[in-house]
């Protein structure tokens, strides 16, 4: 192999997918975070399993409803980039301003955050949906309503980030909205009206 081809090389962890070194170091620092998240859950769990499996089951549930809360406020905020992605290409918001203060500009500032921390946000959530999930089955696994459309997100949730790794480099042909849209549904439900 030629010198020029081997320093040219990409490497590391997710440099098949994310060409931006900077973004895919700090993808790399959230998905270590996500999995701290889960090792932690999981240790804390062990630690107090005694004193969890003896508590109510309804101030038990208390517990783990917060950790799907607290992730679904982080998927809300991941999946709003795309409302401001479409205002920000969107020619009549043009001109529009306050005083001074220009919308596009506003937006502009806005679509730089959620631009930026779509991914960590999507991986922290996915770290704290996980403790959900393992607390809501540790206590038995029940063929209901809710039970089964948490396990249906659960099983969009994971195609849906695999897209988004491909989305980095456009080679998800739309299936990372089309999976974002099935699975902000589908938790809705299994949130709201279980
Ligand atoms: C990405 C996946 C998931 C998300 C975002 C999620 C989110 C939520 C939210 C926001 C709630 C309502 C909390 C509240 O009312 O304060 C909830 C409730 C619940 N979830 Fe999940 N969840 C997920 C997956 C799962 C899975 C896989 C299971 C079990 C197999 C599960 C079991 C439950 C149960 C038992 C409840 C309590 C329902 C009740 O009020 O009786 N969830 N979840
Ligand atoms: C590890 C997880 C994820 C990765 C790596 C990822 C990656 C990406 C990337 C690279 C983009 C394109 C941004 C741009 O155009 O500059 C994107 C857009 C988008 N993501 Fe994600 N994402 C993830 C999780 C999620 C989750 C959990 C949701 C839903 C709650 C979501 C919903 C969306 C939507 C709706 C868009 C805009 C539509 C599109 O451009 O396809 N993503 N994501």
Do not use: C
């Amino acid at each position: 192999m030629k010198q020029g081809s081997l320093s040219q090389r990409k490497t590391g962890f997710l440099a098949n997918f994310i060409a931006n070194p900077k973004e895919r170091r700090r993808t790399n620092l959230f998905f270590m975070i996500m999995v701290v998240v889960i090792l932690a859950g999981v240790l804390f769990v062990y630690l107090y399993q005694q004193q969890l499996l003896a508590q109510d089951f309804r101030q038990y549930k208390g517990t783990f409803k917060q950790f799907g809360s607290i992730a679904q406020i982080g998927f809300y905020a991941a999946i709003s980039i795309y409302p401001v992605f479409l205002l920000l290409k969107n020619k009549q918001i043009k001109g529009i301003k306050w005083g001074t203060i220009e919308l596009k500009t506003i937006l502009q500032f806005v679509g730089k955050l959620v631009r930026t921390w779509h991914v960590p946000i999507a991986l922290l959530s996915t770290g704290v949906v996980f403790l959900h999930v393992y607390m809501a089955i540790m206590r038995g696994f029940k063929l209901d309503f809710t039970y089964i459309s948490g396990i249906v997100t659960v099983l969009i949730l994971l195609p849906l980030m695999y897209m988004g790794l491909k989305r980095f480099k456009r080679n998800d042909r739309k299936w990372h909205f089309r999976l974002a849209i099935m699975f902000v549904i589908i938790f809705f439900i299994h949130a709201n009206f279980s």
